[in-house]
C-alpha cells in the first residue's frame, strides 16, 4: 500500500528534477566566438598615401590597414572585417 503511493510521488519528482536539468542546460550561454587569426593584429604595409589612422584600437581590437577595396583601416571582430573608412582612391565604399 506504501509503495502504491510512493511510486507515483518517485515518478513526479523524477519528471521535475528531468526537467529542471534540460532547462539549465538549454540556459546556458552561448559559446565564446573564436579568437582572431593571429594576422589579423598585423594588416598590410600602409601607405604613404592612406589616409590618417583614425584610432589605435576599436572594440577592443587593433585598427589595422587592409590593401582589400583599394585600402582602408579596419579591424578584425570574431573573424569578420569591419571597415572603419572609405576607399580614399575612389572615396567610395
Do not use: H
Request: contains cysteine; hydrophobic residues 45%.
Amino acid at each position: 500500500m506504501i509503495l502504491a503511493r510512493a511510486l507515483p510521488a518517485f515518478a513526479v519528482a523524477g519528471g521535475l528534477a528531468a526537467g529542471i536539468l534540460v532547462g539549465a542546460a538549454s540556459a546556458s550561454a552561448d559559446p565564446p566566438p573564436p579568437p582572431n587569426p593571429p594576422w589579423a593584429a598585423v594588416g598590410d604595409p600602409v601607405p604613404d598615401w592612406a589616409p590618417r589612422k583614425p584610432a589605435d584600437y576599436w572594440l577592443g581590437e587593433p585598427v589595422v590597414w587592409t590593401t582589400g577595396w583599394g585600402g582602408r583601416w579596419c579591424v578584425w571582430k570574431n573573424g569578420q572585417i569591419i571597415t572603419l573608412s572609405s576607399n580614399p582612391v575612389s572615396n567610395g565604399g
